[in-house]
């Protein structure tokens, strides 16, 4: 019983060092890419102060009074609605807290917690769907993968979306696992507040409850339940955001208004949609139904403003209208798209955001700091992770075809959410930061990949020892 109680307990030491190691990487990676990004606040081509402006405003409304953190007094404010409600909310709580109403305040409140928060989601989810092994070895990826720190840091709602897109799958592996409807609950709910930030996780709800009701192996009645209880969480916990626009506008609008914004831009990404009259670009789809609509060049017109819901409407309307004559020509569009989604390494795409840099000396560090010791060791770590982000889908496809032959259930859960971002989330322009959860269950694979050759480097060195006992 000693032995036993000494070996539990050596082992929870060991876990526990190598969740400290894991952190300890995250913030090393957060803190060198937050004092990069931190340093190009203002340059559009790094962080899209533009958008960061409206959550700005949104937020010093709300601590100073002047508007309300959800409700909506006027029905052509329909510039309240571009934007699900939380994102504000939170840039209000971090300026409260901080003292400081400034997009510096929440990069340094997010990289900290991001740093905490995704690499043991990662681990978490990976002990739970492949083994402890793995689950390290993915959360170890997750902390030196330099798209999640780049956008782990960025001021932006990507990344608490991100996190409790996360927790929510979690909690569906668990509740699969454990046959729970209490915990798809759970993961219901937990992606309900997922849309609270962003809307990019609105419908995942069905493509998670129809994995369920496929895959787990267990009567036709407890799938159905994990799958409804999936299902109810997110349209309970979504609901108050549309009922609330229906009773100020008199319209059915989700939880943010721009879908057609998003189809629009995604036709002017390509050389046949700009022929037709589609822009990529708010300002210049702007400036375009300015002149349809006759107003003079000073009036202050934005995508959702004035008259934007039903604007947001026309542009789908007009977007779909040319999408359904090209299926075959848009279908190619897509799997653009998907590779864009995809490619972490090399140059980034013209329309969809960079996959992160490698930490340098001379990018990361101030300028006492580019030389010597420290300098050396961060440009290494930089090398390690332009090694990682060249193997990182080689490793990811490695580990899905291990994963499907090891644990199929679990494998079909963490791809309902890759599916989800990788097909549908690209029917219309997207962006590789909207897409950071299926990066997350890809490095999950990744991590079960790294983890089995750990496991035949393990085998094969115990074999060469064997032999040299013998001789």
């Not at 400036?287 to 934007?308: S, Y």
């Not at 075959?328 to 864009?340: E, K, S």
């Not at 322009?429 to 299926?438: D, F, G, Q, S």
Request: aromatic share 12%; proline share 4%.
């Amino acid at each position: 019983m000693k032995s036993k109680l000494s070996i539990n307990h050596k082992r929870a030491r060991t876990r526990a060092l190598c969740l400290l190691l894991i952190v300890g990487l995250s913030l090393t990676v957060r803190a060198l890419t937050a004092q990069f990004l931190g340093a190009r606040l203002d340059d559009a081509s790094w962080f899209q102060y533009g958008s960061y402006k409206i959550f700005d405003e949104r937020a010093q409304g709300i601590l100073d009074g002047k508007e309300s953190f959800f409700f909506i007094p006027d029905s052509t404010r329909t510039d309240l609605i571009q934007y699900p409600p939380a994102f504000p909310v939170w840039v209000a709580f971090i300026y409260g807290v901080t003292g400081e109403r400034s997009a510096h305040a929440v990069l340094r409140v997010q990289w900290v917690l991001d740093a905490l928060i995704m690499p043991l989601l990662i681990v978490g989810i990976g002990r739970t769907a492949f083994g402890w092994r793995e689950g390290v070895a993915a959360g170890a990826l997750a902390a030196l993968s330099p798209l999640l720190a780049f956008y782990g840091v960025t001021p932006s709602s990507d990344a608490p979306t991100a996190w409790l897109v996360m927790a929510a799958m979690w909690l569906l592996l668990l509740g699969a696992k454990r046959m729970s409807w209490r915990l798809s609950l759970g993961a219901g709910l937990m992606l309900g507040a997922a849309c609270w930030f962003r809307v990019n996780p609105l419908f995942m709800a069905f493509f998670w409850a129809l994995a369920l009701m496929l895959f787990v192996r267990a009567g036709k009645g407890m799938r159905a339940r994990l799958g409804l209880a999936v299902l109810s969480g997110t349209i309970l916990l979504v609901s108050p955001i549309p009922v609330r626009n229906a009773l100020v506008f008199h319209d059915f609008v989700l939880t943010g208004l721009n879908v057609g914004s998003n189809f629009w831009e995604g036709l002017g990404e390509t050389a046949y949609g700009r022929s037709q009259g589609f822009e990529f670009g708010d300002q210049l789809m702007v400036e375009q139904e300015r002149k349809e609509m006759g107003l003079p060049a000073d009036f202050p017109i934005t995508p959702v403003w004035p008259d934007g819901i039903r604007r947001d409407r026309e542009r789908a309307r007009k977007s779909l209208k040319v999408i359904a004559a090209h299926p075959v020509w848009y279908a190619g569009v897509m799997l653009t798209r998907m590779w864009w989604m995809l490619k972490m390494a090399g140059e980034p795409g013209a329309y969809y955001g960079s996959s992160g840099i490698n930490c340098t000396g001379r990018k990361c560090l101030p300028a006492n700091l580019q030389g010597g010791a420290i300098a050396l060791a961060v440009n290494i770590l930089g090398m390690i992770q332009s090694v990682y982000r060249y193997l990182a889908l080689l490793l990811m496809a490695c580990g899905v075809w291990l994963g499907l032959r090891r644990n199929w259930v679990m494998s079909w859960l963490l791809l309902a959410t890759v599916f989800y971002y990788l097909v549908p989330g690209t029917a219309a322009h997207t962006e590789i930061r909207y897409v950071l959860p299926m990066h997350a269950a890809l490095t999950v694979f990744a991590g079960l990949a790294v983890g089995e050759l750990g496991r035949i480097f393990g085998r094969v060195n115990k074999r060469e020892k064997v032999s040299e006992r013998i001789i």
